[in-house]
């Protein structure tokens, strides 16, 4: 008797969060939001680590302020995705700023802070600029 009483409970609790959820046409709407989002950031990373790739054989060597750093993008293989905003410094070449989507290896995390100076690859011309990750995780 136990076990069908447990059972109906366990009926009527599931249909009361059924009644309280949002329709369905919302619920999938929301997570195609979702997977758009998630779709535009492993875009982002993918080129971000392209250029990384790139501008090991053709970049310089940079050095980067940093000024500002967000969280709660999400993660990649345990790593945090990071949006850091630095001012970029290659010998030659004014200072610029920009903005820079990428995931950081979870030992090298504390090392990306406001004020720090990053090791940075870019491309002058271009404008292309990359987190330096191996530079950044023997620190």
């Known amino acids: 008797m136990g076990f069908l009483k447990d059972l109906r409970n366990t009926t009527a609790m599931a249909r009361e969060i059924q009644r309280q959820a949002p329709p369905m ?33 053709t970049g310089v060597r940079a050095t980067g302020t940093c000024t500002a750093v967000r969280s709660g993008l999400g993660e990649v293989s345990g790593c945090p995705i990071l949006e850091i905003d630095v001012v970029v410094m290659a010998d030659g070449h004014p200072p610029r700023p920009t903005t820079l989507r990428t995931a950081v290896q979870l030992h090298s995390v504390h090392r990306v802070a406001v004020g720090a100076a990053l090791p940075l690859l870019t491309d002058p011309a271009s404008g292309r600029t990359a987190l330096d990750s191996a530079a950044l995780s023997v620190g």
Do not use: F, W
């Not at 779709?39 to 054989?57: F, H, K, N, P, Y």
């Open 25 to 57: 046409e919302t619920r999938l709407a929301d997570a195609m939001a979702t997977l758009q989002q998630v779709q535009g950031t492993i875009s982002t990373l993918s080129d971000q680590a392209q250029a990384e790739v790139e501008l090991r054989a």
